[in-house]
């Protein structure tokens, strides 16, 4: 056991601190017409990867998800990063599914055995919408979700109806980024003069390593407070295509292993979302393997801080059952 959480612990470095890769170790592609990008280790390995972003201008280019692909594939796996349209204009578009599914099949064609999948946030409910279809049955294994939504339809209209202001900097952050990437894919209905735009997309952008909270305030009393902007924030999305993108009563024939780990304090995404998915997975016939951790040690998807040690060694446990081995024969590589 304690062998396997040291490689967990690996594992979990890889994951939460992706560092910057030797590029003599990592082969990075973009075939054309393929819609992925593509991060291979110099020396092949037998694992192939799929990574997923969560709700990202910068899509599968966001230098945190590059970082982590090349991390990956400098400890030995094959990764694709695949392009997903929705995501990357924060809207609800059942392409994304495909995309995710496409990835799959790529990379299980060309490594061979079942893909593991690590998705994150809005892309995590996509990712495991996508496998949870019964034509993908056996081709993704395992999979770990970082903040999934288990029904859109529950999480839009918990959005956009909170009027009281936040009191913490994460509490605020959380609560303008609702609003701002809500704003964005209404941006050509909303009464947005062409500067507020391009502000709100320069925000976006780069919103999760920076500008400071204040920055992100100001826009939000200046712009996004006004009446006219509000009332536009809350018209509805289809309905059944928020179905067509949620895991919600899709997951009893999935047979993949599922690792899901969430923040407690998730103001994006509630953890009550990863609980109702860890709840329909345990019900699956025959019964499957799946692991769930809430926990305060991360800001939504990243790490916040291993102030809790006991969080750690479960994190750690977690990674070494699933991923451990292979990074740790990477590493040996």
């Known amino acids: 056991m304690f062998r396997r959480i040291e490689r967990g612990f690996r594992a979990a470095a890889v994951l939460l601190r992706p560092a910057r890769s030797d590029p003599a170790r990592v082969v990075e592609s973009r075939p054309a017409g393929s819609g992925l990008d593509l991060y291979m280790p110099a020396r092949p390995r037998r694992r192939g990867l799929v ?3 969560g709700m990202s201008l910068a899509g599968e280019r966001d230098p945190r998800l590059v970082r982590l692909a090349r991390s990956f594939a400098a400890a030995g796996f094959s990764v694709a990063a695949p392009a997903l349209p929705g995501l990357k204009s ?3 578009d059942v392409r994304d599914l495909s995309s995710v599914q496409e990835a799959v099949a790529a990379l299980r064609a060309a490594c061979g055995g079942p893909v593991g999948v690590v998705a994150f946030s809005f892309g995590a409910g996509v990712a495991l919408t996508a496998v949870a279809d019964g034509s993908m049955r056996g081709t993704a294994d395992p999979i770990l979700l970082m903040g999934p939504y288990h029904s859109l339809e529950d999480l839009w209209r918990s959005w956009p109806d909170r009027e009281s202001e936040p009191r913490t900097d994460a509490e605020w952050d959380d609560f303008i980024y609702i609003r701002m990437a809500l704003a964005w894919r209404m941006r050509d209905d909303l009464p947005l003069a062409p500067s507020e735009r391009e502000r709100l997309g320069e925000i976006l952008l780069g919103y999760c390593d920076a500008p400071a909270v204040e920055t992100k305030r100001g826009f ?10 509000r009332s536009g924030l809350r018209r509805a999305p289809d309905p059944e295509t928020l179905r067509a993108l949620s895991p919600c009563g899709k997951l009893s024939r999935l047979r993949s292993r599922v690792m899901i780990v969430h923040d407690l304090h998730d103001g994006t995404i509630p953890c009550s979302h990863s609980e109702k998915i860890f709840a329909e997975l345990k019900a699956r ?3 499957g393997e799946q692991r769930l951790l809430v926990t305060p040690i991360l800001s939504h998807v990243e790490a916040r801080s291993l102030w809790r040690i006991d969080h750690a060694i479960r994190i750690a446990d977690m990674f070494g059952e699933f991923w451990g081995s292979e990074c740790a024969a990477g590493e040996r590589a």
């Open 51 to 53: 990574v997923v972003q």
């Open 90 to 92: 924060c809207r609800e």
């Open 220 to 229: 939000y009393r200046e712009v996004l407070r006004r009446p006219e902007i």
């Open 285 to 287: 016939r025959p019964v």
